[in-house]
């Protein structure tokens, strides 16, 4: 079984200019998440999707960045414009509700320079 | 609130040695599930072990197991007969069944493991 795949695994941009992340997850899970993971400390939670409904995005900076999952599958995560701060790994795990198991994909490392 | 912490910020053991790590948490909820996540320096985070807390049993997989103590809120994690491979940062993290159901992890702690 494939696991979970992100696109790209890495990225260096200039502030002020858009990035995009793509995840594909797990085959039939139905529940994804974005998470941030700054150097040398612990993910933490950007957006949850439920299917195609984001149903906790309250930690997602809305002024720049943006998500969506279409049909339930594959999600993006936008971020338009970069700043400085938002070097980062960018994470998507999924799972199946009833199991709670959160499966990573391999993140993108995002340099803003 | 919900919050994890690690109190080690690095261990170092020999190969073939045991070695703990150590986690506390604290939730008000009742409801929840605890996990250590390894990460190597691929970055990909990987699901080590994880314990519902209505069960009493502490769990076990392979050469990994936890020692849960829901009243003290800790949650610890034993590493027998280290390998080089487990050289990576562990997280601690848990994960509320009701509210949140989301993860929230520790700081980490990186582990290396020498020859």
């Known amino acids: 079984e494939a696991g979970v795949v992100q696109s790209p695994r890495y990225k260096i941009i200039e502030k002020k200019q858009p990035v995009a992340f793509w995840c594909n997850p797990i085959?039939?899970?139905?529940?994804l998440y974005w998470y941030r993971q700054n150097l040398g400390q612990g993910p933490e939670l950007l957006i949850r999707?439920?299917?195609?409904?984001?149903?906790?995005d309250s930690q997602l900076p809305k002024d720049r960045f943006s998500a969506e999952r279409l049909k339930g599958v594959d999600s993006t995560l936008k971020i338009q414009p970069a700043e400085l701060g938002d070097s980062a790994v960018y994470l998507c795990?999924?799972?199946?509700?009833?199991?709670?198991?959160?499966?990573f994909g391999p993140g993108t490392r995002l340099t803003v320079l | 609130a919900q919050t994890v912490t690690q109190s080690q910020p690095e261990m170092s053991v020999q190969e073939a040695e045991t070695v703990t790590l150590s986690c506390t948490y604290d939730?008000?909820?009742?409801?929840?599930?605890l996990f250590w996540y390894k990460q190597p320096p691929s970055r990909q985070m990987i699901l080590v072990i994880r314990?519902?807390?209505?069960?009493?049993q502490n769990a076990t997989e392979n050469r990994f197991s936890v020692n849960f103590q829901k009243a003290a809120k800790s949650f610890s994690l034993k590493i027998s007969d280290s390998q080089l491979g487990d050289t990576a940062m562990y997280f601690c993290?848990?994960?509320?069944?009701?509210?949140?159901?989301?993860?929230?992890f520790g700081q980490g702690t990186r582990l290396t493991i020498n020859p």
């Open positions: 795990a999924s799972s199946l509700d009833q199991e709670k198991k959160q499966f």
């Open positions: 999707y439920e299917n195609e409904e984001a149903v906790d």
């Open positions: 993290a848990s994960y509320l069944i009701q509210g949140a159901q989301k993860l929230v």
């Open positions: 085959s039939g899970h139905n529940t």
């Open positions: 939730t008000s909820e009742s409801n929840y599930y």
């Open positions: 314990q519902e807390a209505y069960k009493q």
